[in-house]
């Protein structure tokens, strides 16, 4: 599966990587076989998009790089994340109020615009009991997956570590293209992946 690394921003400054990512092809981001280090130190990245299966591997292995990542550790987010979207009950276990997550436009210049992504759940790493990865997919019409937009992964080492980022509530921020219609998801560790209601960008 080839998956396009798309643009990513930081939500808290390199507490945690966030990476654009490209097409669904076989559905995969969660928990499972080939889900990224759960100890690695956090990585950003920043790529512009490409198009057509040469400029999708391509743009993958310059965002690895940049990230300092092997493209092996990038696409398995990706799939980490897809896995979760299709495998996984969605909004079935925990409180609403404290995992669903919302998404809001908070800009909008040229071509594309900004998005935040806001949850209200606690980052407890005494427990544990924490938001593992969030997501932007891009959704038809109809509710359908068409691909990944933006992700962000957290990990109990880098709450440990980093008393500020478990202080504060988990998200992302991501500038997506006008017109796309996006959906903010999450993976909770404890109660499983939660889905937000849609945006048009």
């Known amino acids: 599966t080839i998956w396009t690394v798309l643009a990513c921003t930081m939500l808290h400054a390199c507490s945690a990587f966030t990476a654009a990512l490209g097409p669904?092809?076989?559905?995969?981001?969660?928990?499972?076989?080939?889900?990224?280090?759960?100890?690695?130190?956090?990585?950003?990245?920043?790529?512009?998009?490409?198009t057509g299966l040469h400029s999708r591997r391509a743009v993958l292995l310059a965002?690895?790089?940049?990230?300092?990542?092997?493209?092996?550790?990038?696409?398995?987010m990706a799939n980490r994340a897809?896995?979760?979207?299709?495998?996984e009950d969605h909004n079935a276990n925990g409180a609403p109020?404290?995992?669903t997550p919302t998404v809001k436009l908070v800009?909008?210049?040229?071509?594309?615009?900004?998005v935040v992504v806001t949850i209200p759940h606690v980052m407890d790493?005494?427990?544990p009991h924490f938001i593992e990865l969030v997501w932007l997919k891009e959704t038809g019409s109809m509710g359908e997956a068409k691909k990944i937009v933006a992700a962000k992964g957290y990990t109990l080492n880098n709450l440990i570590s980093n008393p500020s980022l478990a202080a504060s509530p988990p998200g992302?921020?991501?500038?997506?293209?006008?017109?796309?219609?996006v959906t903010p998801m999450l993976y909770c560790n404890l109660h499983g992946v939660w889905e937000g209601e849609p945006i048009l960008v």
């Open 172 to 181: 992302l921020k991501a500038r997506v293209k006008k017109g796309t219609r």
């Open 24 to 50: 669904l092809a076989a559905s995969a981001p969660g928990p499972l076989a080939a889900s990224a280090p759960r100890h690695s130190a956090p990585k950003c990245t920043n790529v512009p998009g490409g």
């Open 107 to 114: 800009s909008s210049g040229g071509s594309s615009g900004e």
């Open 63 to 76: 965002a690895a790089a940049a990230a300092g990542v092997s493209p092996a550790h990038a696409e398995d």
């Open 97 to 99: 109020d404290k995992h």
């Open 82 to 87: 897809a896995l979760l979207d299709s495998s």
């Open 125 to 127: 790493s005494a427990k």
